[in-house]
């Protein structure tokens, strides 16, 4: 694509495109998104977008300047997306909770997008407003900056690792996610428990433990971790004493 981008206020396409839609930002986003859901990553090319467009490719150079900057527009829709609906209820915990859930479920709702966005850092609006409210919410918590700023690293850190790894098996396809499952039967199910008696022993709960994220429990040991690192929790351990 083109290095020179429009200005917002002149963007817009005054002739509509062959579906009979007005090109805009949102229009070019939606559809870039719904591509890469329906046939992959591979689909993210100007060529491909402008035809599901209806447009001429060249038109796309008035929105974005080159595919990775309408890369970084997806990645900040899918963090858009996870903030929708989401209010505050003044517990930092069920707050951090909420929102960390909200991150990974939004990234696996578009698993082959999250593959090419997961590891990305946008700096567009979407992303800096979850900056802002993830330290919000721990500063407000009580957790004194330094802390409330390595909390929010490995807090983001996680929930977006997990979102990649997740969204990645969720984006296999069929045959090799179920040649997946089938190893947890076919080879940890038979395994010995003369030289494998921890595997042996947990099969059952391992085998259907597998089947879902770890995410979940990851994010509940990660905020049991920060409670612990809260000024109030270190001050009653040294009450206690």
Request: aromatic fraction near 6%; hydrophobic fraction near 45%.
């Amino acid at each position: 694509m083109s290095a020179r981008v429009v200005p917002e206020g002149s963007r817009q396409r005054r002739r509509p495109t062959k579906q009979g839609a007005v090109l805009s930002e949102r229009l070019i986003v939606d559809t870039a998104l719904r591509l890469v859901a329906q046939h992959g990553a591979d689909a993210l090319s100007v060529r491909r977008l402008g035809a599901a467009l209806g447009a001429d490719p060249s038109a796309l150079y008035r929105y974005f300047r080159n595919t990775d900057a309408l890369l970084l527009a997806l990645a900040d829709e899918i963090i858009g997306r996870a903030q929708e609906g989401w209010e505050a209820t003044g517990e930092w915990r069920e707050d951090l909770r909420a929102m960390g859930l909200r991150i990974h479920a939004s990234y696996l709702a578009q698993p082959q997008a999250a593959i090419l966005a997961a590891h990305r850092t946008t700096g567009r609006p979407h992303e800096t407003r979850a900056v802002e409210t993830i330290l919000g919410i721990l500063r407000d918590g009580g957790f004194p900056d330094p802390l409330a700023v390595r909390v929010y690293h490995a807090f983001v850190d996680q929930a977006l690792a997990f979102a990649a790894q997740d969204a990645a098996a969720a984006a296999l396809p069929p045959a090799a996610a179920e040649a997946d499952t089938e190893v947890w039967h076919e080879v940890y199910g038979r395994l010995p428990a003369a030289s494998h008696p921890n595997i042996a022993a947990t099969y059952p709960l391992l085998a259907a433990d597998m089947r879902d994220s770890g995410y979940p429990f990851a994010l509940e040991l990660m905020l049991t971790a920060v409670a612990a690192l809260h000024p109030d929790a270190e001050r009653a351990a040294r009450e206690a004493t």
